[in-house]
């Protein structure tokens, strides 16, 4: 079964560094979103992609947060600097293309400590 | 109005027993309501989904109901198995836009 894979699993950084997160999305899904969990809540967006282009990055911190998705394939969340508070399971997800409805598969997501 | 909002936070159930999680929305441009299954260190997993034109839809021990004028809807899980001990988020999206927001999750424990 196709998977989305995401690296790494677990990441601890001291609070002002930069760190950053990549993600490989399922063969041929173009729609690329990365989410935000904080423990004990639901996702939360952050940015969404079409193929190479963000279709939504309202919610994305953009003081310190960077998305990108060069080739429209593999995707990168940056954060820089890293805040206590940006503690949090981050996720990328994947569809076919645009509409909730087609479905997202995630992947098992990395676990930010800010220390 | 963006919200979805979930209950219980928590719930125990016994082995066999139904599980039942409530969601109720706001927004009516919602038309598409899935549920997530996640299991501790995985990102959550498409469990079911429905659409407000019907009222219930069933797949195996899983079901949900819909209540479209008091924007509500909930799953029940039958004859609970451990197995099933996981966290549920239900989450609402309009077809027309592309983004789906989630419940706060339930966290579900089946003792055997």
């Known amino acids: 079964e196709a998977e989305v894979a995401q690296s790494p699993r677990y990441k601890i950084t001291e609070k002002s560094q930069a760190v950053a997160f990549w993600c490989d999305p399922i063969?041929?899904?173009?729609?690329l979103y990365w989410y935000r969990q904080i423990l004990g809540q639901g996702p939360e967006l952050l940015v969404q992609?079409?193929?190479?282009?963000?279709?939504?990055d309202s919610q994305l911190p953009k003081d310190r947060f960077s998305a990108e998705r060069l080739k429209g394939v593999d995707s990168t969340l940056k954060i820089q600097p890293a805040e206590l508070g940006d503690s949090a399971m981050y996720l990328c997800?994947?569809?076919?293309?645009?509409?909730?409805?087609?479905?997202?598969?995630f992947g098992s997501g990395t676990r930010l400590t800010v220390v | 109005q963006q919200q979805v909002k979930q209950s219980p936070q928590s719930l125990i159930v016994q082995k066999g027993g139904i599980s039942i999680i409530n969601c109720a929305y706001e927004?009516?441009?919602?038309?598409?309501f899935p549920w997530y299954q996640q299991f501790p260190g995985k990102g959550p997993a498409l469990l079911i989904a429905?659409?407000?034109?019907?009222s219930e839809k069933k797949e195996g021990r899983f079901t949900i109901s819909f209540n479209k004028s008091a924007k509500q809807f909930s799953l029940h899980i039958m004859d609970s198995q451990p197995g099933d001990s996981a966290t549920y988020f239900c989450?609402?999206?309009?077809?027309?836009?592309?983004?789906?927001?989630f419940g706060a999750g339930t966290r579900l424990f089946v003792k055997a």
């Open positions: 429905i659409r407000p034109d019907v």
């Open positions: 063969s041929g899904h173009a729609t």
């Open positions: 992609f079409q193929d190479e282009s963000v279709v939504d």
């Open positions: 997800a994947s569809s076919p293309g645009l509409g909730a409805d087609l479905g997202y598969t």
């Open positions: 989450a609402a999206s309009s077809t027309g836009g592309f983004k789906t927001i």
């Open positions: 927004n009516t441009a919602f038309d598409y």
